[in-house]
């Protein structure tokens, strides 16, 4: 039985709210045997503040106060602040509450003070209690794009402001250019298994492979890349995964999520409704692991999170096993 010992570390790559869920669940097994790896495409600059919202969701997540049914900002929050900008005639759009509103001060600040924003991320998480480490994609700036229509709209402008009402012809992701993957990546221990948690793959995981290098440092840990998929039934738990699959015309199923992490995933987790792809995903050279996915507690997550553990074990088994250690789908 070749499963990872006891301190086998696993990295987990996630964004918003879908991710988070299964991030916590895995946090919840591996505590500081976790590193996620977060979007900061969301990122932006608004009331002069620094906002990460996909960083604050996962802090937020694992240190169990994010608001459940939202899954974005905090538990038991007020809105004080939002509602005096309001009377104030100030940009009431993008919904700050008042606990929220220290993070962003506070990260804000600490920009000033010439922190990092992986210091600001650790220092957030330890303040929060979350045992494992999370990671920004990238301390430099990478800005998720929306092209429609000619137009070029900023991330939340599209998510938040126009609630992803307009179509999406093209995403761009601004600065990947120039951006460096987190160099603390570097000092991570040796990782058992990469998890790409169900998060949107085109708005939350592409930003991080757009990273110089990101992909490159996946492939070369040698080790399984398992993918979740986000896609249930031919429709997204949350979010505008399938409106956007659709626009991009991607089929919009756990097959069309397999068929665009091709070449990066060793495996992918399917939820039992969609049982009926599982031949053609592992057409793709792609291993299939059927399961519900659906996570609407606590013990929902932890239990994705250990199947997608128990799967990646096999995994390795089989890679270990190939005399010539090829993946099917990277030859
Ligand atoms: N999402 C919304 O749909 N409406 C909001 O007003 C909103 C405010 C907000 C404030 C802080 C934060 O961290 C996230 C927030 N989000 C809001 C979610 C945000 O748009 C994220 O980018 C999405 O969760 C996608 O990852």
């Known amino acids: ?109 600490r920009f000033r003070e010439g922190a990092t924003l992986t210091d600001v991320t650790a220092e957030l998480s330890a303040a929060l209690g979350v045992a494992s480490r999370l990671l920004p994609m990238s301390d430099d700036p990478v800005r998720t794009v929306i092209h429609s229509g000619g137009r070029s709209i900023a991330f939340q402008e599209y998510f938040v402001r126009l609630a992803c009402g307009v179509p999406v012809d093209r995403i761009e992701f601004a600065g990947t250019a120039t951006a460096r993957l987190n160099p603390a990546i570097g000092t991570l221990p040796d990782p058992a298994a990469v998890i790409i948690c169900p998060s949107n793959p085109y708005l939350s995981i592409d930003p991080i492979l757009a990273v110089p290098g990101a992909r490159g440092w996946l492939k070369g840990l040698g080790v399984p890349i398992v993918v979740v998929s986000p896609i249930v039934g031919g429709a997204a738990i949350k979010g505008p995964a399938a409106k956007i699959m659709q626009e991009l015309d991607a089929p919009v199923s756990a097959l069309g999520v397999a068929a665009h992490y091709r070449g990066l995933a060793d495996g992918i987790v399917i939820d039992s409704r ?58």
Request: with cysteine.
């Open 1 to 109: 039985m070749i499963s990872p010992a006891a301190e086998d570390h696993i990295i987990a790559l996630a964004g918003g709210v879908g991710g988070a869920k299964l991030a916590d669940g895995l946090s919840h097994l591996l505590g500081d045997r976790l590193t996620v790896v977060v979007n900061t495409g969301d990122d932006f600059e608004h009331l002069g503040f620094h906002i990460s919202p996909d960083l604050d969701t996962v802090t937020y997540t694992l240190g169990g106060v994010a608001n459940s049914q939202q899954g974005w900002g905090l538990e038991g929050e007020t809105w004080g602040f939002m509602e005096q900008l309001a009377r104030l005639g100030g940009p009431a759009w993008f919904k700050l509450g008042d606990r929220d509103l220290a993070t962003h001060a506070y990260r804000t600040n």
């Open 274 to 331: 969609d049982e009926a792809l599982a031949e053609e995903i592992a057409a793709l050279g792609i291993a299939v692991h059927v399961v519900p996915t659906v996570m609407r507690s606590k013990a929902d997550r932890v239990d994705l999170a250990d199947g997608c553990l128990a799967f990646a074990r096999g995994l390795t088994r089989t890679l270990r096993a190939n005399p010539l250690g090829l993946r099917p789908n990277r030859l």
